[in-house]
């Protein structure tokens, strides 16, 4: 873990606690499930940009829309089976109303916002949080790692789409808020929720 990465992770996660006035991590984080999250963010995302861009190659971005709507739950699921935590992606602007984040989630989006829209454009690592919540059933650990919005996600996500991509929006997310976005802004977040333990 880099001394940037965590001082930028320790920092979100005090300020959240605060913020929610929730029970914080009380010291560096236990670095074994940070790291199965990372790997897992990265899993998900890296499968996630190969099925699109071979989408985008093969038929368009109109192909990368039903990508997003079949694959991307099909292997957030199975990497959710394999590991043992709950992996997805959320976003404060949703696409898929599935994917809509819970009051943490949406303040650390809104913190990932903020950094980013203050970060320099050669800021190169996404914002990421740590989170761990203590009740009487055990401590859930969550992990969130930025969705930065890149060149290519604008065909799909940007203030001016192809028609034909209008089409396929609106009839596969009827209630889409996921336009309008520019390179560098928060398009989303990937989670990693680790269920309570003892």
């Given at each position: 873990?880099t001394a940037t ?192 333990n003892r």
């Open positions: 873990m990465r965590t001082a930028r992770s320790a920092r979100i996660l005090f300020s959240l606690c605060a913020l929610l006035a929730l029970p914080a991590y009380g010291g560096e984080p236990d670095v074994a499930w940070v790291e199965r999250s990372r790997a897992l963010a990265d899993q998900l995302m890296s499968e996630l940009k190969a099925e699109l861009g071979q989408a985008m190659q093969q038929g368009g971005p109109v192909a990368a829309v039903a990508v997003c709507k079949s694959r991307a739950p099909q292997i957030a699921a199975r990497l959710s089976a394999s590991a043992g935590a709950d992996v997805g992606r959320t976003a404060i602007r949703l696409r898929n109303p599935a994917n809509a984040p819970d009051d943490l989630e949406r303040a650390i989006m809104q913190g990932f916002a903020a950094e980013l829209s203050s970060a320099s454009p050669a800021a190169t690592a996404p914002p990421e949080a740590i989170f761990e919540s203590r009740s009487a059933q055990g401590t859930e650990r969550r992990y969130l790692r930025a969705i930065v919005t890149q060149p290519v996600c604008l065909a799909c996500h940007g203030a001016t789409l192809a028609p034909e991509i209008v089409t396929a929006i609106a009839r596969d997310y009827p209630q889409d808020a996921a336009t309008g976005f520019e390179t560098g802004q928060l398009r989303g977040a990937v989670t990693v929720r680790w269920p309570a």
